[in-house]
Each structure stands twice: as structure tokens, then as C-alpha cells.
């Protein structure tokens, strides 16, 4: 096995059981909490697929994803909310496998931003609203 995969293979393991500590261990709002600033690192993340060359600019679109994230929760807290949201998440991620399928090309940037917001904000949503809402969701975003 080469070096790169045993290291992809030990983050993997690691990020795992700090997810499953996270999940299972911490309160609700700590879960919250932890789980806000693994999304906006991944947003950082992202935004060089947005070719931003500035640490402002990639710095603006982890701001809009924070800014995203309070908003998206305050939408669904109706059920008629959550549905919508997260229906439209699921087409987006339908989309986007069919994009990556069928065009596996560059995209715009514009484009690579608003992916990552269609991909990071709802699976934040979707992981903080099972650990909120549900009696025993830290149990349920853990797959069998």
C-alpha cells in the first residue's frame, strides 16, 4: 500500500471515531457547535475550487455559508420547511451525480460555489436537525 493511501486511510479512521465520539458523547449543542466548524472548514475547503486567490475572498464565501446555516435552520423549523429544504437537497445531490456522471469537466467558479453551498449547508441541516429533533437521533445518524 502506498504512502498516500495509508494516510487517506488513517484521516478516514480517525475523522470516524471523532465523529461517532461527537455524535454519541457530547450534547446536543456542543454536536452543533462541532459539527458548524467542520462545515466551515470544509467551506474553506471548497472555496479554492472557486479559484480565489485571496484569503478576503475565500474567507467571504465561509462567511456566506455561515450566514447560510442560521438561516436554513430558522426555514425548517416548520416541517413544511424541512421538506422543502432537504427535497431540494436531494435533487441537488441527484444532479450533481448526474453532472459528475455525464460532464466531468471544470465548471465556472460561480457554479463551484453554489455547489458547495447546495452540498454543505443541507448535510449540516440534516445531521443538526436528526440530532435536535429526533428523541434518539444521535442513534440514527449512525448507519447500521
Known amino acids: 500500500m502506498n504512502e498516500g493511501l495509508r494516510k487517506r486511510i488513517s484521516t478516514a479512521i480517525v475523522l470516524g471515531v471523532s465523529f461517532l465520539a461527537i455524535v454519541l458523547l457530547l450534547p446536543p449543542v456542543a454536536t452543533l457547535v462541532l459539527l458548524s466548524l467542520l462545515v466551515l472548514a470544509g467551506s474553506w475547503e471548497w472555496s479554492a475550487f472557486l479559484r480565489l ?6 474567507s467571504l464565501y465561509v462567511a456566506l455559508v455561515a450566514v447560510m446555516m442560521p438561516v436554513v435552520w430558522h426555514v425548517t423549523e416548520s416541517p413544511e420547511g424541512r421538506e422543502i429544504v432537504l427535497a ?5 445531490w441527484v444532479i450533481a451525480l448526474v ?3 455525464f460532464a466531468p469537466h471544470r465548471v465556472t467558479p460561480l457554479l463551484a460555489g453554489l455547489a458547495g453551498l447546495l452540498a454543505l449547508v443541507p448535510a449540516w441541516l440534516a445531521l443538526v436537525r436528526l440530532r435536535f ?3 434518539q437521533g444521535a442513534q440514527w445518524m449512525i448507519p447500521d
Open 53 to 58: 486567490r485571496s484569503v478576503a475572498f475565500r
Open 133 to 135: 429533533d429526533l428523541q
Open 99 to 101: 453532472w459528475i456522471a
Open 88 to 92: 431540494a437537497a436531494v435533487v441537488w
